[in-house]
Nanobody
Framework: QVQLVESGGGLIQTGESLSLSCVASGFTHDAYMIGWWRQAPGKEREAVAAITDKGDIDYSDAVKGRFTVSRDNAKRTTYLQMDSLKPEDSGVYYC???????????????????????WGQGTQVTVSS
């Protein structure tokens, strides 16, 4: 079955950088979109970034210019490079897969977590001030 496993979370200070990884297994093809989401305690899940297997990318306004998403289809791994981190970036970060074969990231992706059929277990990121 499909599995997504995130890694790379940790405790860091404001302004520092952190890189997360998401390894996918169980897919019979590469035509799935990966979305990164995060959730802070007491808050709703929030979209962070999305990337298709064709390399189309979208970021939420909250992270644009600071986060970079990339993908290595051969390794079935998606990365989230997070720079200039702020305390408000803290939360559990999840990667999720949408297997609908999107070539371009749909404009509605950030409002539709239900469109992602598969989710990882999450990795904690804590940014101290």
């Amino acid at each position: 079955q499909v599995q997504l496993v995130e890694s790379g979370g940790g405790l860091i200070q404001t302004g520092e950088s952190l890189s997360l990884s998401c390894v996918a297994s169980g897919f019979t093809h590469d035509a799935y979109m990966i979305g990164w989401w995060r959730q802070a305690p007491g808050k709703e899940r929030e979209a962070v970034a999305a990337i298709t297997d064709k390399g189309d990318i979208d970021y939420s306004d909250a992270v644009k210019g600071r986060f970079t998403v990339s993908r290595d289809n051969a390794k079935r791994t998606t990365y989230l490079q997070m720079d200039s981190l702020k305390p408000e970036d803290s939360g559990v970060y999840y990667c999720a897969a949408d297997a609908d074969g999107w070539v371009r990231v749909p404009k509605s992706w950030s409002k539709n977590p239900a469109g992602f059929e598969y989710w990882g277990q999450g990795t904690q990121v804590t940014v101290s001030s």
